[in-house]
């Protein structure tokens, strides 16, 4: 019986994540909040659910899963990108830096947290200490897409705009 469960709640995951990426949000989250209230350890669930909230603007309750699947899923990079995007949509940069750190931490020599880091260091304009998390980002994986654009983003910022035009080229590779 608990497998049916899981099972259906497997569905409902990928039936909402097929809602978020069809851009609706609140749809998503009508059909995961249930499934989130009923089994809270719901991993799935909960980042989805979070991403949803991200999605249709409500950055406290998406700050709430980002956290809640940190708790759950500690070694894994999500929860934090979750819980620091919804920060700085939020405007509270210094909490964005802390749990993006945290992560650094938890999540050894991953791009992608890396890569979040330079965004926050940007939305701080911290640009020097931007390219340094997203260069360590793209040098673990030089096909990061996400952390060449900050790169750009970044030497677009110093005024160096040669340098930012071949760093967003490589991002479209």
């Known amino acids: 019986m608990a497998l049916v469960g899981a099972a259906r709640g497997d569905d409902t995951v990928a039936q909402a994540r097929q809602l978020l990426d069809e851009g609706k949000a609140q749809q998503a989250i009508d059909l995961l909040a249930p499934v989130v209230q ?61 749990v993006i750190r945290k992560g650094v931490k938890s999540v050894k020599k991953n791009p992608q947290i ?3 880091l330079g965004y926050v260091h940007l939305a701080a304009d911290s640009i020097d ?18 952390a060449y654009r900050g790169l750009g983003e970044a030497y677009l910022k110093l005024n160096a705009d040669g340098v930012a035009i071949l760093q967003f080229e490589e991002s479209l590779r």
Not at 87 to 93: A, H, M, N
Not at 131 to 146: C, G, R, W, Y
């Open 114 to 116: 890396l890569s979040e």
């Open 38 to 98: 009923a089994d809270p350890k719901n991993s799935g669930a909960t980042l989805v659910l979070g991403e949803a909230y991200l999605a249709a603007d409500k950055a406290d309750l998406a700050e709430a899963m980002g956290r809640a699947y940190i708790d759950m899923s500690g070694k894994k990079p999500e929860g934090y990108l979750l819980a620091t995007r919804a920060l700085v949509k939020q405007g509270r940069l210094p909490d964005a830096y802390t």
């Open 129 to 146: 200490q931007a390219i340094i998390s997203l260069s360590e980002a793209k040098d673990i994986d030089p096909t990061s897409a996400v």
